[in-house]
């Protein structure tokens, strides 16, 4: 079993930045494939970005250039660094891991966070 904590969230201003960290229980973290989602408001889960266990990592298109995914194995942590916020990016953010390769589909995903709300003010 793997326990995730998502922490960071907040309220900003657009143009704003916050920093997510999700914490992982657990000694196999380093062998899974983590990754951020986001669910706004009357929306669909939706993929952020996402890290291999080698450190590969892959973007959405809409926060490409603007989010970097990190993850720390030494501390079991992943973390999202979010630049340029719009308000198109407030949602509930969700961290969540994979046992195996990195998708970008929800479903496929093991384990999840609670999820932490980021709202972006105009």
């Known amino acids: 079993q793997v326990q995730l904590v998502e922490s960071g969230g907040g309220l900003v201003q657009a143009g704003g930045s916050l920093r997510l960290s999700c914490a992982a229980s657990?000694?196999?973290?380093?062998?899974?494939?983590m990754a951020w989602f986001r669910q706004g408001p009357g929306k669909e889960r939706e993929f952020v970005a996402g890290?291999?266990?080698?450190?590969?990592?892959t973007y959405a298109d809409s926060v490409k250039g603007r989010f970097t995914i990190s993850r720390d194995n030494a501390k079991n942590t992943v973390y999202l660094e979010m630049n340029s916020l719009k308000p198109e990016d407030t949602a509930v953010y969700y961290c969540?891991?994979?046992?195996?390769?990195?998708?970008?589909?929800?479903?496929?995903?093991?384990?999840w966070g609670q999820g932490t709300q980021v709202t972006v003010s105009s």
């Open positions: 890290i291999r266990w080698n450190g590969g990592k």
């Open positions: 657990g000694s196999t973290f380093s062998s899974y494939a």
């Open positions: 969540a891991a994979r046992r195996t390769n990195l998708v970008i589909t929800p479903a496929e995903y093991d384990y």
